[in-house]
């Protein structure tokens, strides 16, 4: 069984940055992508990053990029997502998810296992 838990959202305000971490356990962590997914109320669920199993490839969704950086440290089991330059439009629910695959994909539905989530809120 595999375990995502996310940790580090909270209130920022417009401008400001947050650090969202995803601890994993449960099976080799190093060996499968990984991604972060988020979503707003009354809105689907969107893709927002995603890294490779070795963490040489990266991809961002285009309202983040330059902003969000995405990576991971295979020794802690940790994939990061560092968030500067916030936006109130950034204000969501973030999971991170992770899939039976070396290489990331922009679709939730190839994921197998998702966090719980963690909330970020932005105040203009």
């Known amino acids: 069984q595999v375990q995502l838990v996310e940790s580090g959202g909270g209130l920022v305000q417009a401008g400001g940055s947050l650090r969202l971490s995803c601890a994993a356990s449960?099976?080799?962590?190093?060996?499968?992508?990984m991604a972060w997914f988020r979503q707003a109320p009354g809105k689907e669920r969107e893709f927002v990053a995603a890294i490779s199993w070795s963490g040489a490839s990266t991809y961002y969704q285009d309202s983040v990029k330059g902003r969000f950086t995405i990576s991971r440290d295979n020794a802690k089991n940790t994939v990061y997502l560092q968030m500067n330059s916030l936006k109130p439009e950034d204000t969501a629910v973030y999971s991170c998810a992770t899939r039976y695959d070396r290489h990331w994909t922009t679709a939730s539905q190839l994921y197998d296992y998702w966090g719980q989530g963690t909330q970020v809120t932005v105040s203009s």
């Open positions: 449960g099976r080799t962590f190093s060996s499968y992508a």
